[in-house]
């Protein structure tokens, strides 16, 4: 499948993030000024700002009013990782060469009356729905699907893009925070075009999971259907009695 080319605020992300994880610049350094960056990459003020909101949804960043951007954290982890069996893979086995990044691939609407149902929708069919690819050291590890509640506007998925967490996108954007999520787990075959997104060959085994995420009052707002490359990534519980 055709990787298709790199956005000018794809491109200033990917170079700050870059600089971020080699520690260019290291946890509280300030990054160069938003005007500093129009000249560094010979671009507008307008993708110099997606490419900076862009780093601090994803917890590498913060935007200090009056003073810049400064450098928070080289390996954001997020409650998206405490809430996955793939939590170990995120955390604490891969020291300086962790690298995980996440692209959206499509954003649109589509109708769906049994995940409409899920999603206890029960006069509107019409949801959001975003495909995404997940990356550890650039290579693809997971490809996940979203059926999102539709009074998350999807315009905030069409603007961040990069993010590696829809849960933050919903929590800094309308302050609904995922508080339980449910999974479900089977074992299935890559078909066409999943294995074009993990670049793996068609029928290879790969774990898909269904995880229905809520907010406060056990209330729906994603359905995330996501399929795991376990050649590389397995999965691992931990219980504690």
Do not use: C
């Amino acid at each position: 499948m055709a990787k298709q080319p790199e956005s000018i605020y794809q491109v200033i992300y990917n170079n700050l993030l870059d600089q971020i994880l080699n520690e260019s610049y290291r946890i509280g350094d300030y990054l160069p000024s938003e005007s500093e960056l129009e000249k560094i990459f010979k671009a507008s003020r307008t993708p110099i700002r997606k490419a900076l909101n862009q780093l601090e949804t994803d917890g590498y960043i913060i935007r200090i009013k009056g003073k810049g951007s400064v450098v928070e954290s080289k390996y954001p982890t997020g409650r998206w990782t405490l809430m996955t069996g793939f939590q170990h893979n995120y955390i604490g086995n891969h020291g300086d060469e962790k690298r995980i990044k996440a692209e959206t691939i499509k954003v649109t609407k589509i109708n769906n009356k049994e995940l409409a149902k899920e999603l206890n929708m029960f006069l509107n069919n019409e949801i959001t729905y975003v495909e995404r690819v997940r990356y550890f050291n650039d290579n693809p590890i997971i490809f996940l699907q979203h059926y999102i509640h539709p009074e998350i506007p999807v315009e905030f998925f069409e603007d961040n893009l990069f993010s590696i967490s829809i849960g933050d996108i919903i929590k800094n954007k309308i302050g609904v925070e995922i508080k339980k999520a449910t999974e479900q787990i089977e074992a299935v075959l890559a078909d066409e075009i999943i294995s074009g997104y993990l670049n793996v060959e068609e029928s290879t085994p790969l774990l898909k999971i269904k995880r229905i995420s809520y907010a406060e009052q056990d209330k729906p707002i994603d359905i995330n259907i996501y399929y795991v490359r376990t050649d590389s990534w397995k999965y691992l519980v931990n219980y504690n009695f």
